[in-house]
């Protein structure tokens, strides 16, 4: 349940801020497999990983994961 709340509100923020469909494929990957952020993280661009953080806290700021 939560997974698919982050679905439905995240996007339409990660978008504004920035974050395609692939970088948000990356927040999934991070929101199922949280113990792997920094390993998910290392193989991302400083400025795509950036804007995924943001969306990832807004997420947590929401409740959603």
């Given at each position: 349940?939560?997974?698919?709340q982050?679905l439905e509100?995240?996007p339409?923020?990660?978008k504004?801020?920035?974050?395609?469909?692939?970088?948000?494929?990356?927040?999934?990957?991070?929101?199922?497999?949280?113990?792997s952020?920094?390993?998910?993280?290392a193989?991302?661009?400083?400025?795509?990983?950036?804007?995924?953080?943001?969306?990832?806290?807004?997420?947590?700021?929401?409740g959603?994961?």
């Amino acid at each position: 349940m939560i997974l698919l709340q982050l679905l439905e509100e995240v996007p339409d923020w990660a978008k504004e801020r920035g974050l395609n469909e692939q970088s948000f494929e990356i927040l999934e990957q991070i929101a199922i497999l949280p113990g792997s952020k920094d390993k998910i993280l290392a193989k991302v661009e400083y400025g795509t990983a950036c804007g995924i953080l943001n969306a990832l806290e807004y997420a947590r700021d929401k409740g959603l994961i």
